[in-house]
DNA sequence: CGAAGGGTTGAGGTAGATCAACAAGGGTGG
DNA sequence: CCACCCTTGTTGATCTACCTCAACCCTTCG
């Protein structure tokens, strides 16, 4: 639970050979949009496993495009409860809230060595008005992150710990497989601790324990080395009553 | 639980005598941008007490404004398991989701009669073209819905019964209170069953009733007439462990 | 007058929490 | 090299917050 220090940052690969670009899943730029988008990126962050990226309270003068690697975001109670409401993955925005509202509400960790293009939160209403159609991708990105809570707390609020499980991995190794997080392939890996899922779901770290090993006896996945492979992602989504709504092509900054 | 008719359009209030324009909690138009919504405004949609505005699965060809009244957005499992996900008050945005992401994942009731500013699904990108400042307010919107799905996920992972009852209670008051919905007095009044507090909170019917004659023993509260009234809204905040973050004039369309 | 929706209360059951102990690395410092 | 500690996972025993079931009440409405 403990956040450890910032990476530093680097000098910046060019939009042209963005990463993501490669990925068939995300939508491709036309010259004049990756022109702005060069002269947009400030730069690029590198931050290690368990670096704090973002924290609440804060006014950070940044926000940032996940260009590999994953994080998690969470909120906290006074007494240290703690509640991680989404991850982000590559292709994901990571801090667009605080620059339009102002402080942070929540703070972010890196869950595996990441790589962030770094953007200028001033600099965002600029955008908006040299390219509306990117301002309309802000948004629809920002109302994709809103429909992933609405399950989340669906999931959370009325599934129960089984389901709530298989719904979490599946959702992940689904996510994961379309942002080119994961090669897809018999199983998925998904590098994460039993504690980050029982605060993703509101368990008790115990039970999240038992319960996974119900999920392991099934074969529906095996659990070892600081994260499970998922076996059978279809068999998870089925068992928690999750349809995942396969996207096509889909913007991102 | 069972969604009643639509209601029907009618003829329209100029927006320059838009009611919420006279709520001091929302920033002012300028000229330029209140000609543009004066065109954008495709007319108003009056319902009852319970009629269904959006569904989950549509595809629905227009978005709203909440002018007056209120609602609930839920979602539900194949079961008939409800999770209540966020309420709509005057100034928000409703199904605008569904115009960026195609069909509907929620649905939307209303709680009391309301009337909506209707617009145009496909005209959103106009918008986006002609006035940047107001596609940046829409983008502020969504953040904020964001950020308060943050909290609710929050609420039902890590909060206990009574912490979450306290929490929902004054959310709901705090911000019906701001948008004008309540008047500012001794006590807010809450419209709703105790059905819906449960569907929001993840908690049983039965368990929301006894939780809830606690806070009535404590004189937080009395419930009544098919709703609440609410004398101590900080007591609750402050027996939920929440501080509501007082927003300055926001946007809205 | 009966039916339906909303609220209230008690009794008993269970999913999941808490407590406690232990095992298996991995890192660090002597 | 060992000794130690810290993190992560595992498992059993016990407890309790919340659920389910089952009444019953009151009000509204056809």
């Not at 993501?20 to 290690?48: C, H, I, P, Y």
């Not at 392939?185 to 996974?212: C, W």
């Amino acid at each position: 639970m403990a956040p450890a220090t910032n990476g530093h940052e680097t000098a910046a690969v060019s939009c042209e050979h963005c990463p993501l670009r490669r990925n068939e899943t995300f939508r491709s730029f036309r010259e004049a949009e990756l022109d702005f988008m060069r002269r947009f990126k400030q730069g690029e962050l590198k931050v290690n496993r368990g670096a704090s990226i973002l924290m609440e309270g804060a006014q950070n003068p940044h926000f940032y495009t996940v260009l590999s690697g994953w994080a998690f975001r969470y909120k906290t109670l006074e007494d240290g409860r703690r509640q991680i409401v989404n991850f982000a993955m590559p292709g994901d925005l990571v801090g667009l809230q605080g620059s339009l509202l102002g402080a942070m509400q929540h703070s972010v960790e890196a869950l595996s060595p990441m790589t962030l293009c770094v953007f200028d939160r001033n600099e965002l209403f600029t955008l908006y008005q040299a390219h509306p159609e990117l301002a309309y991708d802000v948004t629809w990105i920002a109302s994709r992150e809103e429909c992933m809570l609405d399950e989340n707390l669906l999931t959370i609020g009325r599934r129960s710990a089984l389901e709530r499980i298989a719904y979490l991995l599946a959702f992940i190794g689904s996510r994961s497989i379309a942002s080119g997080l994961m090669k897809r392939s018999n199983a998925v890996t998904i590098g994460m601790t039993q504690q980050h899922v029982a605060d993703t779901l509101g368990l008790s770290l115990v039970h999240t324990n038992k319960t996974l090993r119900k999920l392991v006896r099934r074969d529906l996945l095996r659990w070892g080395d600081g994260g499970c492979q998922v076996f059978d992602l279809k068999g998870l989504a089925e068992l928690a009553g999750w349809e995942d709504t396969a996207t096509e092509a889909r913007p991102f900054l």
